[in-house]
């Protein structure tokens, strides 16, 4: 007999990259990553493939999928299969989106459930275990997660505070890629001072204000242009940062805004995608072959 699963996760954008202090806060985005999962007892291992990357490296989903079977003790194997609206390797979250997915898709196809932020570690474990992540990235797997604005201590692994809001985000997506593993963690770690001034903010609710002062931060660590950032201030957008490690930015963007900020940065001439979006709430689920339960 073959159980199958299926589930999606968030992308998410930064309000503070937790790379220069262990703490961060994120965002989720609504653009998700699927999941699809068939396993079998007459399967010993698991094999994962990566929709339009042949050629991808699967060890994260893969490892995503074994952690959940060793949890409840379950000798099965087969597949993983995962698709992503989020662009990969570009600051968004997409490593966290896809072990967070799945993970909800081998718990709904064995019929077990964790508890949210359980199957967040897991996650977290997985990525640390693929490493592809510095952190061990627990504010954006939250974010990817549970949706909403999260605020987290990613040494202790700690959620500190979780809200919901509504509000459009922008993403700039260049072309080119960044690999959150290839960071330059010592330049980071010199930045750290300020870096706790962006997140003491973000604990007061100034969201906007955090990520900010975290994208001009890391832009100047990290070697990234601030002229995207210039632009966004200039039409009164009071939030936009570089996404994670980049190289994409992300901005929440009032709705009366989102069309000005969008054509600002499309006549930029930086080759790249524009991306409308805006937070998501709900988080990470469980779904249907065409639709959410």
Not at 104 to 112: F, K, R, S, V, Y
Request: hydrophobic share 45%; proline share 2%; with cysteine.
């Amino acid at each position: 007999m073959t159980l199958t699963g299926h589930a999606y996760a968030l992308g998410a954008g930064t309000i503070i990259n937790a790379i220069a202090t262990w703490k961060g806060a994120a965002f989720g985005i609504d653009l998700k990553t699927f999941a699809d999962v068939e396993l079998s007892k007459n399967e010993r291992s698991v094999h994962g493939t990566i929709e339009g990357m042949p050629n991808g490296d699967t060890t994260l989903i893969e490892r995503a999928v074994e952690l959940v079977l060793e949890h409840f003790k379950m000798k099965l194997g087969g597949t993983v299969r995962t698709r992503s609206e989020v662009p990969l390797a570009r600051g968004l979250k997409s490593s966290s989106a896809a072990a967070n997915a799945a993970i909800l898709a081998t718990l709904d196809a064995i019929g077990e459930t964790m508890e949210p932020l359980e199957a967040v570690h897991l996650g977290v474990r997985a990525a640390k275990d693929a490493g592809v992540t510095i952190t061990g990235a627990f504010d954006d797997a939250c974010a990817s997660f549970l949706g909403g604005i999260v605020v987290t201590d990613n040494r202790e692994m700690r959620l500190v505070k979780r809200i919901e809001r509504e509000m459009d985000v922008l993403i700039f997506a260049p072309e080119k890629k960044a690999f959150s593993a290839e960071t330059d963690v010592p330049r980071s770690r010199l930045i750290a001072p300020w870096v706790d001034i962006a997140y003491n903010l973000a604990l007061d609710g100034e969201y906007e204000r955090a990520m900010t002062l975290n994208g001009f931060l890391y832009c100047g660590a990290l070697g990234f242009d601030t002229e995207l950032l210039m632009r966004a201030l200039q039409i009164g957008v009071k939030g936009a940062s570089l996404s994670g490690t980049g190289p994409a930015y992300a901005a929440l963007v009032e709705k009366e805004k989102v069309d000005d900020l969008k054509i600002t940065w499309e006549n930029l001439g930086i080759s790249g995608n524009v991306i409308k979006t805006k937070i998501n709430n709900k988080g990470a689920m469980n779904v249907n072959v065409g639709g959410s339960r």
